[in-house]
């Protein structure tokens, strides 16, 4: 791996950390709040994935949450630690790793960049594919139905899919900027 792509991965998690700072948005009748985020994750696994890989996209997200587990409060609302992973939102974390990689192996297949591409890969990794890790482990950690947890998930759509929206149009933007050169560049 050669440092401008080390450079790049750290780029976004470092975006994820900015993100991060913004305050969550609690909500009444759910333990999982709302945040930026999922933007973020959006952004690694679209731009990543399209000029690097979907492995870089994925290897942004595990430094990311590395950087969490040995405490740094890079989290909505200051929070890290190991205590992060075992709340009812502890699926969504791990459901920005898994996200992140499939935006970033679907964009990486792309003949063309476009939003409606950017779009439906942001709306399927970004936020069914954090879905499909979160609403389960949201439903085990709360002793409620998947059901239920699903229907609980359904407030949070709007945001997300203003998300997916920001998250393309950044992306396709991104698209006709290249960020790796045929130059060769040092490897480590």
Do not use: W
């Not at 929206?165 to 040092?186: D, G, H, N, Q, Y």
């Amino acid at each position: 791996m050669n440092l401008k792509k080390l450079m790049y991965i750290s780029i976004f998690v470092a975006v994820m950390g900015v993100l991060g700072l913004l305050p969550p948005i609690p909500l009444a009748f759910s333990p999982v709040p709302m945040t930026l985020q999922t933007l973020g994750v959006m952004l690694s696994g679209s731009i990543l994935g399209y000029h690097l890989g979907s492995k870089y996209a994925g290897m942004s997200l595990v430094v990311f949450l590395l950087l969490v587990a040995i405490g740094l409060p890079l989290l909505a609302g200051g929070r890290g630690g190991l205590g992060v992973f075992v709340v009812p939102s502890s699926g969504y974390l791990i459901g920005y790793l898994f996200g992140s990689y499939f935006i970033g192996l679907i964009v990486e297949r792309f003949k063309g960049p476009s939003f409606f591409k950017f779009f439906m890969a942001n709306f399927i990794g970004g936020v069914l594919g954090v879905y499909l890790f979160g609403i389960p482990v949201q439903a085990f950690m709360m002793e409620i139905s998947l059901f239920e947890a699903l229907v609980l998930s359904v407030v949070y759509l709007p945001g997300d899919i203003l998300k997916v929206i920001i998250a393309s149009l950044v992306a396709l933007k991104m698209s006709k900027v290249p960020l790796v050169s045929k130059e060769k560049t040092r490897s480590l």
